[in-house]
């Protein structure tokens, strides 16, 4: 059987990222694998484990500290958390960027809000009970 296994997102700053998913947005960083032969590191963060859900792997290549273009082409990442009006002020109080406020989804009753990583990257939290 086929499933989705990760996203891969490049960061400039690993400790910065995973501190973003894991204190500001409630997930656990399941692994951390160095590999000095390619200078990068990877962190596996997520809501539960591999073998169940996808995961974010956030990858740090050494010495690429000025960072990434976001690009036109990506898109966003998409949460589901109880409670999107909570998550923002979390994310707000926890020095995060908050890029649309809680509310319906346009021409909809689905309630949304928009949020940045540390390197840029949208996150899409959607309302879930």
Same mark, same amino acid.
């Given at each position: 059987?086929?499933?989705?296994?990760?996203?891969?997102?490049?960061?400039?700053?690993?400790?910065?990222?995973?501190?973003?998913?894991?204190?500001?947005?409630?997930?656990?960083?399941?692994?951390?694998?160095?590999?000095?032969?390619?200078?990068?590191?990877?962190?596996?963060?997520?809501?539960?484990?591999?073998?169940?859900?996808?995961?974010?792997?956030?990858?740090?290549?050494?010495?690429?500290?000025?960072?990434?273009?976001?690009?036109?082409?990506?898109?966003?990442?998409?949460?589901?958390?109880?409670?999107?009006?909570?998550?923002?002020?979390?994310?707000?109080?926890?020095?995060?960027?908050?890029?649309?406020?809680?509310?319906?989804? !346009?021409?909809?009753?689905?309630?949304?809000?928009?949020?940045?990583?540390?390197?840029?990257?949208?996150?899409?939290?959607?309302?879930? !009970?």
């Amino acid at each position: 059987m086929s499933r989705f296994l990760h996203t891969m997102l490049r960061v400039k700053n690993l400790d910065a990222s995973v501190d973003f998913y894991t204190r500001l947005l409630g997930m656990q960083e399941l692994r951390r694998r160095e590999v000095p032969d390619g200078k990068y590191t990877l962190a596996f963060v997520g809501y539960g484990d591999e073998e169940s859900g996808a995961v974010i792997e956030l990858t740090y290549n050494w010495g690429k500290d000025e960072g990434y273009e976001v690009g036109t082409g990506f898109g966003h990442l998409a949460v589901g958390v109880p409670d999107v009006a909570a998550t923002c002020e979390t994310v707000r109080t926890g020095g995060g960027r908050v890029t649309r406020e809680a509310g319906p989804v !346009k021409f909809g009753t689905t309630v949304i809000a928009f949020v940045e990583d540390p390197d840029g990257y949208k996150i899409e939290l959607v309302q879930r !009970k």
